[in-house]
């Protein structure tokens, strides 16, 4: 089983930049298409964005799009989340997760697509 472990998270102010890293143990991750979920308090999780393998395709949330940038570096086993113009809103525990083998990109954006999760980090925006 494949682990991940997020880290990066923290507390910034609204309009501030973070990023976050999840690196794999996996020695296949380059196989992998990646993805970030957040779950906020009281909340359901959902999804962030996605990366494919080679990194050749990223797929984001509307609520993200334009403030967020998924990117992963195949050589270091680990996904990244750029974070820019952060919200209140986005206040969450990040995860990372593989999508499964036999996956489809065309539903990335679901979270029963993915078998193996990180524990999470927290960010938190203060306004």
């Known amino acids: 089983q494949v682990q991940l472990v997020e880290s990066g998270g923290g507390l910034v102010q609204a309009g501030g930049s973070l990023r976050l890293s999840c690196a794999s143990s996996?020695?296949?991750?380059?196989?992998?298409?990646m993805g970030w979920f957040r779950q906020a308090p009281g909340k359901e999780r959902e999804f962030v964005a996605a990366?494919?393998?080679?990194?050749?395709?990223?797929y984001y949330a509307d609520s993200v799009k334009g403030r967020f940038t998924i990117s992963r570096t195949n050589t270091k086993n680990t996904v990244y989340l750029q974070m820019n113009i952060l919200k209140p809103e986005d206040t969450a525990v990040y995860y990372c997760?593989?999508?499964?083998?036999?996956?489809?990109?065309?539903?990335?954006?679901?979270?029963?697509?993915?078998?193996?999760w990180g524990q999470g980090t927290q960010v938190t925006v203060s306004s």
């Open positions: 996996g020695r296949t991750f380059g196989s992998y298409a």
């Open positions: 997760a593989r999508l499964k083998v036999g996956g489809s990109w065309s539903r990335v954006n679901r979270l029963e697509e993915y078998d193996s």
């Open positions: 990366i494919g393998g080679n990194g050749g395709i990223t």
